[in-house]
C-alpha cells in the first residue's frame, strides 16, 4: 500500500444527499462543483418517482464555514428538501482519512475494461490471458481507481488510440492524473513517453509510486505543475476532470496537441455538459471523432484537424 507517512493524515466531511432520480444529474453536477472532488452515484438509478443516494467528499481540514449553507442552498435552487437531519435532507459527517483508505480496500476489485485491460488493487492478484493487459492500482488519496464511469470511458478510448493500423501515439499528456492509471495505462499500451501532471501533491505521489508498480517509471513522468508551463506538442492528450476546469483549460489543451493530434476528455455529464465542451473544441478547430456514455457520464475523443 502507498504510504502517506509524509503528511499529518487529514478528515473528510462526507456529503450524503437524497435526490429524486430525474433529478440526479443536477445534484450530481451542483455536488461536484462545490466539493472539486468525484461524486459516487448509485450504479442503478431506479425509474422516475424513486430517490436516489448521491455522496461527495470535502477536506474536511480546509472546509470553508459555509459549506453546509451552500449545500442548503443547491438542494433549495434544485426545489428538494432541505433540512438537515431529514429523511430526504442532506447529511454531513466527518470521515478519517484511515476509515477512507479501508473502505477504498474493501470497494476495490478487479474490472476488466474494454477488450484487453485489467484494472487490479495492487493487493489483488489475476489470471490473464495471452494479450491482455493488467494495471495494479494503489489508490491511496488519489483519484482514479477504474471503478468509476469516467475512468472506464477514457481507458477505453485511449486503448482504441493503440488499436489502429496507423502509428500509435508516442508521446502523450494526462492532465490530473490522480492514481496515474490513465498515463501508466498509455505506457502499457505502448507509449514512448508520458507525461502526467496533478496539483494534488497525494496524486502525485501516489502516480508516482503506481508507475513503479507497474514498471513504467522510467517512460512516465509525473509532475506538479499549471499545464500553461508545459511545452508541447503531444501526440495524444487524456484529462478526467469536470466540466468548468476543462472549459477553462481548453486553449491549453489545444496549443499542447501536436498536428493531427488526439484529445480525449472525460468527467462530463451527458447532455448539456458534454455538448458545451465539444462546441468549445470545436471553436478551437479540433473535430469530433467519437462520443462514448456511460450512467450519467460522457467522453469525447476529438483530433486537431490540420490546417
Given at each position: 500500500?502507498?504510504d502517506?507517512?509524509?503528511?499529518p ?9 437524497r ?14 462543483a ?10 442503478e438509478?431506479g425509474t422516475?418517482?424513486?430517490f436516489a ?11 470553508p ?7 442548503l ?5 434544485l ?10 435532507g ?14 477504498w ?15 487490479r ?9 495471452r ?12 483519484f ?8 472506464q ?10 488499436a ?28 514512448q513517453?508520458v ?5 494534488d501533491p ?9 508507475a ?16 500553461a ?11 478526467n ?10 486553449p491549453h489543451?489545444?496549443?499542447l ?18 455538448d ?6 470545436e471553436e ?24
Amino acid at each position: 500500500m502507498t504510504d502517506f507517512s509524509h503528511r499529518p493524515a487529514r478528515t473528510w466531511k462526507k456529503i450524503t444527499l437524497r435526490a429524486p432520480v430525474d433529478l440526479i444529474e443536477g445534484v450530481a453536477a451542483g455536488l461536484f462543483a462545490l466539493t472539486g472532488n468525484g461524486v459516487e452515484l448509485p450504479e442503478e438509478t431506479g425509474t422516475p418517482g424513486e430517490f436516489a443516494t448521491i455522496i461527495g467528499y470535502i477536506n474536511g481540514d480546509d472546509q470553508p464555514d459555509n459549506t453546509e449553507q451552500e449545500v442548503l442552498a443547491l438542494l433549495r435552487e434544485l426545489g428538494l428538501n432541505a433540512t438537515l437531519g431529514q429523511p430526504t435532507g442532506p447529511r454531513l459527517d466527518t470521515v478519517e482519512e484511515e476509515d477512507w483508505g479501508t473502505l477504498w480496500k474493501e470497494r476495490y476489485k478487479p474490472v476488466r475494461i474494454g477488450s484487453r485491460l485489467i484494472v487490479r488493487p495492487s493487493w489483488e492478484a489475476v489470471s490473464a490471458a495471452r494479450g491482455e493487459i493488467v494495471v495494479a492500482i494503489d489508490p491511496g488519496m488519489a483519484f482514479g481507481t477504474g471503478l468509476h464511469a469516467t475512468t472506464q470511458l477514457a481507458l477505453e478510448l485511449l486503448e482504441t488510440c493503440f488499436a489502429g493500423s496507423g502509428p500509435a501515439p508516442a508521446r502523450i499528456l494526462d492532465v490530473g492524473t490522480g492514481t496515474g492509471i490513465l498515463a501508466i495505462t498509455a505506457a502499457l499500451l505502448g507509449a514512448q513517453a508520458v507525461t502526467a501532471t496533478d496539483l494534488d501533491p497525494d496524486a502525485v505521489h501516489a502516480a508516482r509510486e503506481n508507475a513503479r508498480l507497474n514498471g513504467v517509471g522510467e517512460r512516465v513522468t509525473v509532475l506538479a505543475c499549471d499545464i500553461a508551463d508545459l511545452a508541447g506538442p503531444f501526440d495524444l492528450v487524456i484529462a478526467n476532470i469536470t466540466h468548468d476546469v476543462l472549459l477553462e483549460l481548453a486553449p491549453h489543451l489545444n496549443r499542447l496537441l501536436a498536428t493531427d493530434g488526439e484529445l480525449i476528455v472525460t468527467g462530463l455529464l451527458t447532455g448539456w455538459q458534454t455538448d458545451d465542451l465539444a462546441h468549445a473544441f470545436e471553436e478551437l478547430g479540433l473535430r469530433r471523432r467519437d462520443t462514448r456514455c456511460r450512467d450519467e457520464w460522457s467522453a469525447l475523443h476529438l483530433t486537431k484537424a490540420i490546417s
